[in-house]
T-cell receptor, first 117, second 110 residues
């Protein structure tokens, strides 16, 4: 597709379960971002990939959160032992080149709504 | 650390009214500044941007000017429409990533 694609669009899981969220960026975009947006808040940075490597993972809240991008395109955000506080919209975005540093536009997907019950 | 502060909403206006949404920032160096918009049921999308001081970004009748002296990037539109109802986010870049404000919800009444 033409835009950033995220699956699933909605996920309800029980506390303590493991969750994977997938992002398919725009073709050719080397920069990929994960953000988390809680109700009534702005998106909060989690992790940034350049190609296959995590260039900045300073936003990951704890070691239950992990993300991979093994072939430099699709990325998966993995959350272990989910907690109710993890409930949020998880946004993926992609950009060409060095992303925001170069003033490039960052393109967002519609997000994956995660609810932990 | 770098941050963005924007006026709290919701902001409710009548159609054709003048809009201002205030945004100020704190940053080391000279970041690029952005306004993103989130329409109901849609993903975040870039509305406009400015990459250096005194630059004016504009799109869809919206404008914002990068003011280094007041560290501000206020969003304005001369005549709003019902279709402008959305959540607006002011943002800046730190290195390769974007830092967002909390967002301002805008309601336009017909």
């Amino acid at each position: 597709g033409a835009g950033v694609s995220q699956t699933p669009s909605n996920k309800v899981t029980e506390k303590g379960k493991y969750v994977e969220l997938r992002c398919d960026p725009i073709s050719g975009h080397t920069a990929l971002y994960w953000y988390r947006q809680s109700l009534g808040q702005g998106p909060e940075f989690l992790i940034y990939f350049q190609g296959t490597g995590a260039a900045d993972d300073s936003g990951l809240p704890n070691d239950r959160f992990f993300a991979v991008r093994p072939e430099g395109s699709v990325s998966t955000l993995k959350i272990q032992r989910t907690e109710r506080g993890d409930s949020a919209v998880y946004l993926c975005a992609s950009s060409p080149g060095r992303g925001a540093r170069a003033g490039n536009t960052i393109y967002f997907g519609e997000g994956s709504w995660l609810t932990v019950v | 650390g770098d941050s963005v502060t924007q006026m709290e909403g919701p902001v409710t206006l009548s159609e054709e009214a003048f809009l201002t949404i205030n945004c100020t920032y704190t940053a080391t160096g000279y970041p690029s500044l952005f306004w993103y918009v989130q329409y109901p049921g849609e993903g975040l999308q870039l509305l406009l941007k400015a990459t250096k001081a005194d630059d004016k970004g504009s799109n869809k009748g919206f404008e914002a000017t990068y003011r280094k002296e007041t560290t501000s990037f206020h969003l304005e539109k001369g005549s709003v429409q019902v279709s402008d109802s959305a959540v607006y986010f002011c943002a800046l870049n730190r290195d390769d990533k974007i830092i967002f404000g909390k967002g301002t919800r805008l309601h336009i009444l017909p």
